[in-house]
């Protein structure tokens, strides 16, 4: 059951990554496609339908980690209190920026508050890489599984990789986004600088990708991770799709490459870490184990009925918005 748990919430951040993933993206490439004001306004319009449903996701995954393992929710709120902080004050800023910017007419707040959405963004998806690649790399935990280490061990170059890799990443994931909803200068900006993000996503890719060989490797259980190896091909086939397909001017297929790049690259984390919930540091140290950071039998098998029926309400809910919102933006 505590396997039915980690997998679990690896689903739940998966499906936050795919969401508010194109959306974290559209903000950090809106200065480069968007000129004007009202074309700034227009690609923020793009995701004001969606960005705050998929949100909702990341609350739903913190809780969920409470919910299924305490003794890893515990050890890392108390491990990571300051990179929390600057998340959550990241998330209010850019909510605040979202809404604030239609309340003013002139353009000087305008910008303003764009540099603010789009500065927030990025910091946010800077952290996220960094914390998935410090979970990958391992922790430095004592016998209970609380963090040693401190806010400059998290800023280690393997790290800092995977956080250049998360915001190349969604920045074209927020590309193809725009190729999909808008349609006009910005969507022609954008296809010229998918362009070059894809060569550097995929540079990036191959660097982290043998960085994480050198970090990870051997493996333990290596029965167990035997199937990771088919993981790095179809991240490698939905990237030379995601080319393929915008070039073929297909939107929607190009974004569901991207979506296809971007799993493919967090179930392999997830299943690197696996059976670890918090991997220890150095690699092979242990860490952290899922069967011992779950609470009793009968409130695990509780608490995963609770979660699986809310994480099908909540999908149900994100297709129906999907499908009433999904029209194109003409700018």
């Known amino acids: 059951m505590s396997s039915v748990a980690f997998w679990l919430l690896a689903a739940m951040i998966t499906i936050y990554v795919l969401l508010d993933g194109y959306d974290l993206g559209v903000a950090a490439i809106a200065p480069l496609i968007a000129r004007t004001d009202a074309e700034r306004a227009g690609t923020m319009e793009s995701i004001g339908p969606f960005w705050n449903g998929n949100e909702v996701w990341l609350i739903a995954a913190g809780g969920s980690l409470f919910a299924l393992f305490p003794q890893a929710y515990a050890s890392a709120f108390s491990g990571f209190y300051l990179p929390f902080t600057i998340v959550l004050w990241l998330l209010m800023f850019r909510g605040i920026a979202m809404e604030l910017r239609g309340q003013f007419a002139s353009e000087l707040w305008h910008n303003f508050w764009d540099f603010c959405f789009c500065g927030s963004s990025i910091g946010l998806i800077a952290l996220f890489g960094i914390a998935l690649g410090n979970l990958v790399r391992g922790l430095p935990l004592d016998r209970d599984g609380y963090f040693l280490g401190t806010f400059g061990f998290l800023l280690n170059p393997y790290a800092l990789g995977v956080g250049l890799l998360a915001i190349a990443a969604l920045a074209q ?159």
């Open 173 to 331: 994931h927020g590309a193809t986004f725009v190729l999909m909803r808008i349609a006009g200068p910005p969507a022609q900006r954008g296809r010229a600088l998918l362009a070059t993000l894809w060569w550097i996503v995929a540079a990036l890719y191959v660097v982290v990708s043998l960085s994480t060989l050198a970090q990870r490797w051997p493996l333990e259980h290596h029965g167990m991770h035997a199937w990771l190896i088919v993981m790095p091909v179809l991240s490698l086939l939905s990237l030379v799709a995601l080319r393929i397909l915008v070039a073929r001017g297909s939107s929607a297929r190009a974004f569901a490459a991207s979506c296809a790049f971007l799993a493919t690259l967090l179930v392999a984390s997830a299943g690197t870490m696996y059976p670890y919930i918090l991997p220890g540091y150095p690699s092979g140290l242990g860490g952290l184990n899922i069967d011992a950071a779950t609470p009793s039998p009968t409130a695990l098998a509780t608490t995963v009925g609770v979660v699986a029926v809310g994480l099908c309400i909540v999908v149900a809910y994100s297709l129906f918005v999907a499908r009433k919102m999904a029209r194109k933006i003409s700018l």
